[in-house]
T-cell receptor, first 109, second 112 residues
Framework: KNEVEQSPQNLTAQEGEFITINCSYS?????LHWLQQHPGGGIVSLFM???GKKKHGRLIATINIQEKHSSLHITASHPRDSAVYIC???????????FGTGTRLKVLA | DAGVIQSPRHEVTEMGQEVTLRCKPI?????LFWYRQTMMRGLELLIY????????DSGMPEDRFSAKMPNASFSTLKIQPSEPRDSAVYFC??????????FGSGTRLTVV
């Protein structure tokens, strides 16, 4: 079993839909990172969080440390949100960075 | 600021040759990261520098890989000798603590 699991692996949505991508982890962490990788390959850092919730525009990220779970929400989705969304965790103690396998999102117009 | 600048964008080299990838972080950022991305293994962290000092290089695959950060504005990742299995996209990223985490555009390396 992977130490960082994302679900779903693939997601197709209609423009305007509310989208949730989940990330569960089995290790102790100091922080969790959400990344977005566009079809052209460029990577953008969306959020780094260690507790609670962060919001930026139409994106919201939450984390529940006790449940070892984080969610990334996209409100009013748009075709330009189509990308691979990657969850990564910084483990606590030793510096180790573990990536999830990514969620491929396609938003249809 | 022009962001994190990586060079070259593409590199094709023959097996056994030395390859040097370069990264210029964002001015003022104190952390620098080298990542590798392949279809088989996805994204992997290779090495992390903080204030120009390597903090963790446990992700560096083997002795053929080395990374340096001689000053706050420049880092290199060297592969010597290169092998076909090193073919990947190599990303550099920089940050100030957990803030302003920015990735470069990547270097696509092909070893034939």
């Amino acid at each position: 079993k992977n130490e960082v699991e994302q679900s779903p692996q693939n997601l197709t949505a209609q423009e305007g839909e509310f989208i949730t991508i989940n990330c569960s982890y089995s290790v102790g962490i100091s922080a969790l990172h959400w990344l977005q990788q566009h079809p052209g390959g460029g990577i953008v850092s969306l959020f780094m969080l260690s507790s609670g919730k962060k919001k930026h525009g139409r994106l919201i990220a939450t984390i529940n440390i006790q449940e070892k779970h984080s969610s990334l929400h996209i409100t009013a989705s748009h075709p330009r949100d189509s990308a691979v969304y990657i969850c990564a965790v910084h483990t606590s103690g030793t510096y180790k960075y573990i990536f999830g396998t990514g969620t491929r999102l396609k938003v249809l117009a | 600021d022009a962001g994190v600048i990586q060079s070259p964008r593409h590199e094709v080299t023959e097996m056994g040759q030395e390859v040097t990838l370069r990264c210029k972080p964002i001015s003022g950022h104190n952390s620098l990261f080298w990542y590798r991305q392949t279809m088989m293994r996805g994204l992997e962290l290779l090495i992390y520098f903080n204030n120009n000092v390597p903090i963790d290089d446990s992700g560096m695959p083997e002795d053929r890989f080395s990374a340096k950060m001689p000053n706050a504005s420049f880092s290199t990742l060297k592969i010597q000798p290169s092998e076909p299995r090193d073919s990947a996209v190599y990303f550099c990223a920089s940050s100030f603590g957990d803030d302003g985490y920015t990735f470069g555009s990547g270097t696509r390396l092909t070893v034939v």
